[in-house]
């Protein structure tokens, strides 16, 4: 009697703990697929890859098994940052082959992922499973670009489009370096095949911008408007951005550039003297206008400008103050009613209300703690959530301190007022190296 108590028991017991498991297990899978998967470019000079979070519900990021997944190219190494002494606001800061966006996106229904490979002067391309948990190359990837790409977009035609900086890691820059804009042709299998006669060599920048005359253009950005037809291209170092209009032949036509310090000095007063920059590009969601932002660095505002659909011309409309300081990247509410911003030397974002897409209106800023520089920016699929890559740069890091906090990703609440709200410590890793910097951020 005895024992057959204790078989019931033990069985009860297995049963018990069987479902408790399974219960688990389901709970795991319930919260790993589509909607909370963060992918992170972990850019490691001695082989890049892509780390691969699952979020949860107070926005904690935790690393799957099968992360990270190899590119098949290489990082690049923060040379300058990592032998720079914390002082100055950008104390002999490499500003020029980290400053980018675009460097990792998906396409539309987020199928198919691309990633630069600035080490290795090349292009991943990965199939992406539907639960997201599965990165596949493409067959022949990575492919041949030109000297150290900055940013991957995805236009009309099955046209891709890479921006080269030629802009390498370390200080003093080649004299006279160009960087360049160049098409490939997309296969329905990924296959990416180069476009003859495409490329396009931009002019080296001009004498009195206060970094280098004739140093490298450092493009930093390609931004493909909705309908796939039209690019504009972030001439970072020139102060100028690219209008292009995109042929059937995947070749690109220019339009006229736009010039930073054609805005005279009234409106520009530092950049229309001795910084002609201007970085981030981002295009109004919304139906009926064409709108670009752009950030105008050393003026802490936000550029507003409109667009033919057409070409692709710019006209300037006005700028938007920043609380923050070196705005550049953005983001936006899928129906244009938000825009979420990156303030880089301040370590800070921005929130700005766009009742008037013309008429940006300022009504937060977030500050992080510590060292660091928000980068990339994306959105989870529903836009609940809000993810900034932060690396160690500007005046309060050091590289070679192994108790500084970088390389993390900080999560943010997105409410419906557009509010953000950080629930809970960034994702700090660790595990990479000193002297390495994440680059990149999508979500699935």
């Known amino acids: 009697m005895k024992g057959r108590i204790f078989g019931t028991f033990i069985m009860f017991t297995m049963v018990f703990f069987a479902l408790a498991i399974s219960s688990d297990n389901n709970a795991f899978a319930q919260t790993t697929g589509p909607g909370n998967l963060v992918y992170v470019g972990d850019n490691l000079s001695t082989g890049a890859g892509i780390k691969i979070f699952r979020r949860d519900d107070n926005g904690a990021l935790t690393e799957l098994p099968n992360s990270p997944v190899p590119t098949g190219g290489k990082g690049m190494f923060d040379v300058t940052g990592f032998n720079r002494m914390p002082t100055g606001i950008f104390a002999a800061t490499d500003i020029g082959p980290f400053e980018h966006d675009g460097n990792m996106i998906l396409n539309a229904d987020r199928s198919r992922l691309f990633i630069v490979n600035q080490g290795s002067d090349d292009l991943s391309v990965f199939d992406v499973s539907a ?37 390498p890691a370390g200080n003093p820059k080649p004299m006279g370096a160009q960087g360049s804009i160049m098409t490939f042709k997309m296969a329905a299998n990924g296959t990416l095949t180069p476009v003859p006669n495409s490329e396009i060599k931009l002019p080296g920048a001009r004498g009195g911008e206060g970094v280098i ?15 796939g037809k039209v690019c504009f291209v972030n001439d970072f170092f020139a102060g100028m951005i690219r209008p292009y209009k995109v042929l059937p032949d995947g070749t690109l036509k220019a339009s006229p550039a736009f010039d930073l310090r054609s805005l005279g000095e009234d409106i520009t007063p530092a950049n229309g003297k001795t910084f002609p920059f201007t970085l981030g590009l981002g295009i109004w969601p919304g139906a009926g206008k064409n709108i670009l932002y752009t950030g105008i660095l050393f003026e802490n505002k936000v550029g507003v400008l409109t667009f033919s659909p057409k070409s692709g011309k710019l006209k300037f409309v ?8 070196t705005v550049c990247w953005f983001a936006f509410r899928k129906d244009g009613r938000y825009m979420w911003t990156t303030n880089q030397a301040s370590n800070s974002v921005s929130t700005y209300d766009l009742a008037d897409p013309l008429k940006p209106v300022e009504i937060q800023v977030v500050q992080f703690q510590g060292c660091g520089e928000p980068a990339q920016v994306s959105t989870s699929p529903d836009q609940t959530w809000i993810h900034y890559v932060n690396s160690a740069v ?6 070679k301190d192994e108790t500084t906090k970088s390389n993390m990703v900080h999560t ?4 419906p007022d557009g509010i953000l709200t950080e629930l809970t410590q960034p994702r700090v890793m660790t595990e990479l190296p000193l002297g390495e910097r994440i680059e990149g951020v999508v979500t699935k």
């Not at 253009?217 to 408007?225: F, G, Y």
Request: with cysteine.
């Open 318 to 325: 006005t700028t938007a103050v920043n609380g923050g300081s």
């Open 394 to 399: 500007t005046n309060k890091c050091n590289q």
């Open 131 to 167: 639960d997201g948990l599965k990165l596949t190359p493409v067959p022949g990837s990575p492919f041949k670009t030109g000297r150290v790409p900055s940013s991957v977009g995805l236009a009309a035609f099955d046209t891709v489009i890479v921006v080269n900086k030629n802009d």
């Open 213 to 227: 005359a004739n140093q490298t253009s450092t493009p930093s950005q390609v931004l493909v408007a909705p309908d």
């Open 412 to 415: 943010l609440k997105i409410a």
